[in-house]
């Protein structure tokens, strides 16, 4: 079986509530999917920020403050008591967690393999270990991960003119991979101009703000600027545009656990912090994903419109070269003001 198709079985097993074996050293259940009655384990897996969430960051390891968390509490630990441990929208019900002690980590990259296929099939990143009442666990390797993430396997699947609102003269193309479900997307819009740098918009799927108009973010606003500013350029014949509408909801965290920090930011915390009580990084997007679509369009150059320097630091990390940064900013309103403050104060935003 070739590496790719063990992890899509693998996140296919954890969406199901599936044990998986990781580097043939990690057999683990996930805790908040996990369907095994009567399961039990003396020890849970967590991630490294829901560890310093529960104050557990100054027993471990110092030499790897980022790594994942191995906590052993007085007796086995059930589901229902890992899921209360792992899903920070039970803290307020369940004030009261441990002792816990947390034990030195002897597979450190099988543990951050496990926090990652959490992540990509988006549930929370906790997992029992070595429980007992478990069925055959689907095998993968680190190995594995690192294959199915190269992005050679992304080719275009598939284009066509698209006539849209801001512009007629557009083209969308779709990329895929065969054991990635997520089907990324580009719209060209204008005639392609070797001569000239395209005006260049990454654009992570937003469902609330994108489709359903949510004034939490400015996701949706965004989006639509970005389509309208290359359509002015072309329709004046002074440039074209390439928009990627990336796979990536929630900032690579998915759908599920966006609304979870949904909640949590209702409750008082930023953006940052929500994503990290849920054991989960502020900023998971896939980059080189974005390079690749960007080479097989032929684009070398971009003009990329952002306001995240970050993000053009992890283009030109990936040989693409920003010929100009161009801002993109637009007004906020009363429900996503906080919001762009902490992508400005903490996450290092340009607004």
């Given at each position: ?12 097993a954890?969406?199901?509530?599936w ?14 999917t ?22 557990l ?10 790594a ?11 589901l ?16 009261f ?11 450190p ?43 050679r ?34 719209l ?83 953006t ?12 998971a ?9 960007l ?31 161009v ?25």
């Amino acid at each position: 079986m070739r590496a790719t198709r063990r992890v899509a079985l693998a996140l296919d097993a954890l969406r199901h509530g599936w044990p998986i074996e990781v580097d043939g050293v990690l057999r683990l259940l996930p805790a908040e999917t996990g369907f095994a009655p009567g399961a039990t384990s003396q020890r849970l897996l967590i991630s490294s920020a829901r560890a310093v969430t529960l104050k557990l960051a100054n027993q471990r390891e110092a030499a790897e403050p980022q790594a994942p968390a191995l906590i052993r509490a007085g007796e086995p630990f059930t589901l229902g008591a890992a899921r209360i441990i792992a899903d920070p929208a039970l803290d307020l019900a369940n004030p009261f967690k441990g002792p816990f002690l947390a034990e030195p980590l002897d597979h450190p990259q099988a543990a951050q393999t496990a926090m990652e296929l959490a992540r990509l099939a988006g549930i929370l990143p906790a997992f029992l270990i070595d429980p007992t009442s478990c069925n055959e666990a689907q095998a993968i390797s680190s190995g594995d991960l690192a294959e199915w993430k190269d992005t050679r396997h992304l080719a275009i699947a598939a284009r066509a003119r698209l006539p849209i609102a801001a512009s007629e003269e557009a083209e969308i193309v779709a990329f895929r991979s065969a054991d990635d479900l997520r089907e990324h997307v580009a719209l060209v819009i204008g005639a392609q101009n070797g001569d000239r740098a395209p005006l260049v918009r990454l654009h992570s799927e937003c469902l609330t703000g994108d489709i359903l108009g949510s004034l939490k973010c400015d996701c949706g606003p965004q989006l639509d600027a970005a389509l309208h500013a290359m359509a002015a350029e072309a329709r004046e014949g002074t440039g074209w545009g390439v928009l990627l509408y990336l796979r990536q909801e929630g900032r690579g965290i998915g759908l599920i656990n966006k609304l979870r920090a949904y909640e949590l930011q209702d409750q008082g915390f930023d953006t940052v912090d929500a994503n990290n009580r849920l054991g989960l990084p502020t900023e998971a997007r896939d980059f080189p994903v974005a390079a690749r679509m960007l080479d097989l369009l032929g684009v070398r150059s971009v003009r990329l419109m952002t306001n995240n320097p970050s993000k053009v630091s992890a283009l030109e990390a990936e040989g693409v070269t920003i010929a100009e940064r161009v801002p993109h900013q637009l007004p906020p309103n009363p429900h996503n003001a906080r919001y762009l403050d902490t992508k400005r104060d903490r996450s290092g935003h340009l607004l």
